[in-house]
């Protein structure tokens, strides 16, 4: 069973739109990631949450605004993307300082 | 900072066949160690984890890794492969002294279970 749900599954998106990524974990964690993985390669950090305060950024573009509204749930706004954004875009959760990490189903962007 | 190398890109099995797949990392201290394994299309399912004590860990799946300090590597290992392991598979290595809380994954090995 995912304890970690993300939704959409697929998203298409053009270059000009807004778009939300959302996440959600009823595991009881309080830390928080988005990973981008493009295709064949290893998961790329994006940014950590912990106790729903951004604790890393790993030099993002501001096209990708992070969110986490409770400890439950995590969003990623989209604006203005690029086509080599798109990728498979995977949430995922822990106990705070701990590295490990449950993953959620992922999110296919395609950028037009 | 630590890293973590999977050397072998793409193995294929047959089914019922013992599979092994390697891991080797660096770091300085003692390591926590994860092998993930993501089917198409999916997330990553944490597989089985290494922090300290027994270096023979049992995963799901029936899945081991031994972890191995003088060689530095943590290899996973299947007896008896069946077509629904046909998945990439991603070793991925944590600082235990760090504060960061970060994983690095290696570049990952596709498996493919031929009948």
């Known amino acids: 069973d995912t304890e970690v749900t993300q939704t959409p599954k697929h998203l298409v998106m053009g270059m000009t739109n807004k778009k939300s990524l959302k996440c959600e974990q009823h595991?009881?964690?309080?830390?928080m990631y988005w990973y981008k993985q493009k295709a064949k390669k290893p998961p790329e950090l994006m940014f950590v949450?912990?106790?729903?305060?951004?604790?890393i950024n790993e030099s993002v573009p501001s096209r990708f605004s992070p969110e986490c509204p409770n400890s439950s749930l995590l969003n990623l706004h989209l604006h203005a993307l690029q086509p080599e954004d798109s990728a498979l875009y995977l949430c995922?959760?822990?106990?705070?300082?701990?590295?490990?990490?449950?993953f959620g189903p992922g999110t296919r962007l395609t950028v037009t | 900072a630590q890293s973590v190398t999977q050397p072998d890109i793409h193995i294929t099995v047959s089914e019922g066949a013992s599979l092994e797949l390697r891991c080797n990392y660096s770091y300085g201290a003692t390591p926590y160690l994860f092998w993930y394994v993501q089917s198409p299309g999916q997330g990553l399912q944490l597989l089985l984890k290494y922090f300290s004590g027994d270096t023979l860990v049992q995963g799901i799946k029936g899945f081991e890794a031994e972890f191995k300090r003088s060689q530095s590597s943590f290899n996973l290992r299947k007896p008896s492969v069946h077509w629904s392991d046909a998945a990439e598979y991603f070793c991925a290595v944590g600082a235990s002294s760090s504060n960061d809380y970060k994983l690095s994954f290696g570049a990952g090995t596709t498996v493919t279970v031929r009948a």
């Open positions: 995922a959760s822990s106990q705070v300082h701990s590295l490990e990490q449950y």
């Open positions: 595991m009881g964690h309080r830390a």
């Open positions: 949450y912990s106790y729903e305060k951004l604790s």
